[in-house]
């Protein structure tokens, strides 16, 4: 609540959200329908709504495109395994040590050539997320991936053996990882930023294995590369 002069004009700042609330704007009834109003101007006591929706995590693949994305939208807009027209939703994943869309009965994973991470998403576990993407080139959005609470990242990226260029997984907070057995395995990635990266895994000796050291520039070698200093690769 605040005081102003008789038509001053107002005008309406977005609000602060968290990476789970979407603002879908001002509004001059309690409804919140109609037109969003962006000001208000100051004749009487003025009440406005502001309209934040809740968001929750989603994936789908896109048949036409070939396009596997990673998103958030309003909570409850699509259900595990929704088809609408070329495209497959994944839902209630996210709390999962398991994703759908790892069973053996995806047929698509295959022909998957872009992955897409749309919007900040915070799983528990990547296990398999990108294996047997065998045709996949480009990845977007990594840095979206809040892995804070990540306990197991085995073959994350395990068969992707067209994905032949630099990943900056820098961002990824690794301290409560469990599991990064074959991480990389039979995939074709030729270089690695995992300076932020640190590990108290047995298993993470098996990570940076299975890699085409010939050609492979590890980048901003942190302690998770140090603690492994002892391998032979």
């Not at 003025?46 to 309209?51: E, I, L, S, Y």
């Not at 630099?166 to 270089?191: I, M």
């Amino acid at each position: 609540q605040a005081n102003y002069i008789e038509g001053t004009v107002v005008p309406l700042r977005k609000p602060v959200l968290s990476d789970r609330e979407r603002f879908d704007g001002w509004y001059d009834n309690s409804t919140m329908t109609g037109t969003p109003i962006t000001e208000v101007t100051m004749t009487a006591n003025k009440q406005v709504w502001c309209k934040i929706v809740n968001l929750e995590a989603y994936a789908s693949y896109d048949s036409a495109t070939t396009t596997f994305r990673m998103f958030t939208d309003e909570v409850g807009k699509y259900t595990n395994g929704q088809v609408i027209g070329t495209v497959t939703y994944y839902a209630g994943w996210e709390d999962e040590l398991n994703v759908p869309w790892k069973s053996t009965s995806i047929t698509w994973r295959p022909d998957v050539t872009t992955v897409r991470i749309d919007n900040v998403i915070h799983p528990v576990g990547m296990s398999d997320w990108f294996n047997g993407f065998t045709s996949l080139t480009q990845i977007t959005g990594l840095w979206r991936i809040n892995t804070s609470a990540v306990t197991h990242m085995t073959g994350v990226f395990r068969n992707c053996s067209s994905l032949s260029k630099h990943l900056d997984l820098s961002t990824w907070d690794t301290s409560r990882v469990e599991a990064y057995d074959q991480l990389f395995q039979g995939s074709a990635v030729t270089s690695l930023d995992l300076s932020s990266w640190t590990s108290t895994s047995a298993d993470s000796a098996d990570t940076l294995s299975n890699l085409q050291w010939s050609v492979l520039t590890l980048l901003h070698r942190s302690s998770f590369y140090k603690e492994q200093s002892d391998h032979s690769w």
